[in-house]
């Protein structure tokens, strides 16, 4: 079945460094993929829409420069979040969506990311 | 746009109890619907599906059957274990995106 590999699952980083995690799809194309962020105890919440080759859709109150968003390949998209701050701490989910085969939306396992 | 809405929880249960989450949806069409759970740590897992109205999903001894009449798509199992304690998503696909619930924890005690 359709797997989807999120990397890293957790993170630790200091005020003001970036953060890079990585969301790949290990045996289908995906020319679409999504980020989520998951505050503690709450639904998750559509940061932005990946698509492979071009600029990222970012929902509104989502800043595009603080969380940048690469689509480099049809089975890798990366989400970088720069110059983190303690309140960027969350859990970061991606999915992928598969059109070929099973039609559906897989999700990568989640990036926990504590910046302290 | 569509949306859906579920049940807030917590819910707490004991083992071998009968579980209902309410889950129901507003939508234009005849979306396909999901449930999704996330265990404690992890990213969301998909539970089960219904693709069309009266179908029923099913998976690990859960049920939720499409009802287009009451719109609405609640998942139910006749006797939760503890390792069903997880928080639950409903969930229906937006053109280019899903759409969750709020999500609903369960706690299943012994």
């Known amino acids: 079945g359709a797997v989807v590999s999120q990397h890293p699952s957790w993170v630790i980083c200091k005020s003001g460094t970036s953060v890079k995690i990585e969301c790949r799809s290990l045996?289908?194309?995906?020319?679409?993929m999504f980020w989520y962020r998951q505050f503690p105890k709450q639904s998750l919440m559509l940061m932005a829409t990946?698509?492979?080759?071009?600029?990222?859709?970012?929902e509104q109150g989502v800043e595009k420069d603080k969380f940048l968003i690469n689509h480099a390949s049809l089975t890798l998209s990366t989400l970088t979040v720069t110059s983190a701050h303690p309140e960027d701490s969350s859990f970061y989910i991606c999915s992928a969506l598969q059109v070929q085969g099973f039609y559906g939306y897989t999700f990568g396992s989640g990036t926990r990311l504590t910046v302290v | 746009g569509d949306s859906v809405t579920q049940m807030e929880g917590p819910v707490t249960l004991s083992e071998e109890a009968f579980l209902t989450i309410n889950c129901t949806y507003t939508a234009t069409g005849y979306p396909s619907l999901f449930w999704y759970v996330q265990y404690p740590g992890e990213g969301l897992q998909l539970l089960l599906k219904?693709?069309?109205?009266?179908d029923k999903g099913s998976n690990k001894g859960f049920e939720a059957t499409y009802r287009k009449e009451t719109t609405s798509f609640h998942l139910e199992k006749g006797s939760v274990q503890v390792s069903d304690s997880a928080v639950y998503f409903c969930a229906l696909p937006e053109t280019h995106d899903m759409r969750f619930g709020a999500g609903t924890r369960l706690t299943v005690k012994p």
């Open positions: 219904a693709t069309k109205a009266d």
């Open positions: 045996d289908f194309q995906a020319t679409t």
């Open positions: 990946s698509n492979e080759g071009s600029k990222a859709t970012y």
